[in-house]
């Protein structure tokens, strides 16, 4: 199944900082980063409930945000994409 | 329907500061924003054409991505959240 992964980190100090690179760098060992703080993963259910649990154990939930949905299995015609495509590094930051 | 949109606007420039804020002050008319940039939005099937003719109007296909993620009727199910809930202005502003 397809799950989408989206985020937003507190990045105001240092902690936040390093709390958005390491949601980047689990979510980039189960799928691929499509947008800045959007990942699409193709996951099996204990996949994503190993997934969910890692980045529950990294982010801060009194500041950052954490939203996962589920396509199914047959998400090919439910995602379009327009425009650009960023290449990504790991660590977060965005190479343009 | 529930239509998620997400989006990664280039704001390198002025130009691109402006599509950012006019990129969401288009989808708080349709929706809800829960990220910085993801918003989602309960569509009919013209709305959804009509809101995404508007959004491709605005964005520079060259610099900025822009995604739609279909996730039908019933959609109860198929999100989860965690974490803070950030207020927003529709100017692209994070109210921290």
Sequence with gaps: ML???TYDVSTQDGA????LRKVAKEC???GQRVQNSVF???LDASQALLLKDKLLS????TQDSLRFYNLGNNYETKVEHYGAKESY???GVLMV
Tied chains: 1, 2.
Aim: charged share 40%; net charge neutral.
């Design 3 to 5: 799950v989408l992964i």
């Design 16 to 19: 936040g900082k390093r709390r």
């Design 28 to 30: 980039v060992n189960y």
């Design 40 to 42: 699409e993963c193709i």
């Design 58 to 61: 990294i982010i801060d939930e």
């Design 89 to 91: 590094k790991a660590e």
